[in-house]
Structure formats: C-alpha cells, structure tokens
C-alpha cells in the first residue's frame, strides 16, 4: 500500500484537519540522497509538512517549498510539493561526520540558528512568500508558529519520523490541525487530550496504521467528516528541457565562459541526482535563436 493523504472538517466545520503517511516516500528519498539518520528525520518532517499545505490550496497547479536555511552543520534543507501528490526534497548538508556535536541533540541544533520561508506558487505573477526565524528547528514547532504569527491560524503540527537500526524507514506521518472561526474552547481541550494520549505523529500512524484512522483518533469518528484522500510519492518530474533552461538561465556571459572552459556543461538534479548533459555546441546552437 503506498503514502497517502486526507483531508477532513471536524466540530460543524470549525476544524480542518490534514493527515500523511509518507513512509515509502522517504524510503525513496533515502535511496537518491543517501541520507543519514537525522538528514532522513528532518527531510522526512518537511516532505510531510508540504504535502499537507498543498492540500490547503484549492488550485491544482499551486506548488508549495519549504525552505530552512540554517547556520547550524546541516545548513538546511528545500521540500516540494507540486500536483498529482509529488513530492521532493534536499538536504543541504548531508555528511553526517560534519555535524559535530550538534548531531547528539537532534535536527534542531542541526539547524539552528535559521529562517523557514514558505513559497506558494500558483503559477501567475509572482509567488507569494513568507518567511519565519526558526523556533526550534525541529520543523513542526517552526510550522506551527508560521501558520499562527505569519496566517493567523492557530494550528497544531505533528511531524514524525523513526527509523530503524539499519537507516529503513520505521514510520513517517504528520498531521496538522487547524481552528477556523467558530471554534470552541471545549474543541480545543477535546484536541489536546488526544494529542497527549497520542504521543507523537509516529506513534499513532504506528497505532492506527493510516492517515484517516490518525484524525479519527484525534478528533473522534462521532465529529469527523473526511472530505478528500489521494496517493502521494516520491517524484522529480525533472526533465532534459527544464534543466536546460536552468543552464539558460545564467546568463549569456556566465554560458560563454563555461563553454570556453569545456566541451560539455554538466548540471545535476539536487532533488533526484540524476546527471543531464549538454555539448557546447547544443548550447550554442540555442544560444543563436
Ligand atoms: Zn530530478
């Protein structure tokens, strides 16, 4: 059974709630980066976190990145999430051996001090963005304060990650919960005593086994109406095309000196690692048009 995500409203509609399961996902990010144990947790807490807030877009086409940038040894990381469920992701700093002692603290110290900017792009004009100090740099705190100081919604993110001894995915879930107009102080006592009862979002994906059951657990099944479920994964959707417009991009100056150095110009997919090339005289042949 592959990742998935769903959608509900809860309490007359004075709740919104989002759910994921990304544990395949992160299997496959693990494989293209090679990830170590606390690149893995962070990357796999932000590729959550974007699946989610795609989901609270109504256009098909919006794209939204996460960004950290951090001062801290894994200097931060880039997660998308774009249409049809794909999602992507990098981490900055991926050599374990760099991180010092920051590495026995957690993704946090690993990040810390730092920016979370969210990029929302619906493909007109400019793409809207916001961008936050980090908290705590373990993600969900980050998420959590964004959505309240920066879109006054108060929301609560769950964002979780176990892995096995040997770097395999254990669990990957998140939810995030959100109170709209309306909402009533006894919702929201109702919400936190779950939450305690649940521990963590690995946990209860752990105990519940799919993204529907961990809102059921949390809002109840008496008040929870699941609007929207689709299948979310790993996917690049990179292509020789969009890279040579990466290459394009820089400028003719900056080509001119690249092609005057070397015969080919070679880029790499950050997101999927796949190499694409592309002769100088490919590159000058476009260059003439
Ligand atoms: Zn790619």
Do not use: W
Request: glycine residues 10%; charged residues 25%; contains cysteine.
């Amino acid at each position: 059974m592959g990742d998935s995500i769903v959608r509900a409203l809860a309490f007359n509609n004075t709740v919104r709630a989002f759910a994921v399961n990304i544990k395949e996902t992160l299997q496959t990010a693990m494989g293209f980066h090679n990830l170590n144990p606390l690149a893995a947790t962070a990357l796999g807490r932000a590729l959550a976190a974007v699946a989610m807030m795609r989901e609270m877009t109504k256009g098909e086409d919006e794209i939204i990145t996460l960004k950290i940038k951090g001062e801290g040894p894994m200097g931060g990381l880039v997660a998308v999430s774009s249409g049809k469920g794909m999602l992507k992701g990098y981490i900055s700093n991926n050599d374990y051996s760099t991180y010092g002692e920051d590495a026995l603290l957690g993704v946090g110290p690993c990040l810390m001090p730092g920016f979370m900017t969210i990029v929302k792009d619906m493909g007109l004009k400019e793409p809207y963005s916001g961008t936050v100090p980090l908290q705590s740099g373990e993600i969900g705190d980050d998420l959590a304060f964004y959505y309240t100081y920066s879109e006054q919604i108060p929301s609560l993110v769950a964002l979780g990650v176990k892995l096995k001894p040997d770097v395999a995915v254990k669990s990957a879930a998140g939810m995030i919960i959100q109170l709209m107009p309306g909402a009533k102080d006894e919702t929201v006592v109702f919400i936190e005593s779950k939450l305690r009862k649940a521990g963590s979002a690995s946990k209860l994906i752990e105990q519940t086994g799919s993204p529907e059951e961990m809102l059921k657990f949390m809002l109840g099944n008496e008040n929870i109406k699941i609007t929207e479920k689709k299948e979310v994964s790993y996917n690049c959707g990179c292509s020789r095309d969009a890279m040579l417009r990466g290459v394009l991009s820089l400028g003719r100056e900056e080509i001119n000196r690249i092609i005057n150095k070397q015969e080919e110009v070679e880029t790499l997919c950050h997101f999927c690692m796949k190499k694409y090339k592309f002769s100088s005289s490919e590159i000058k042949g476009i260059l003439k048009n």
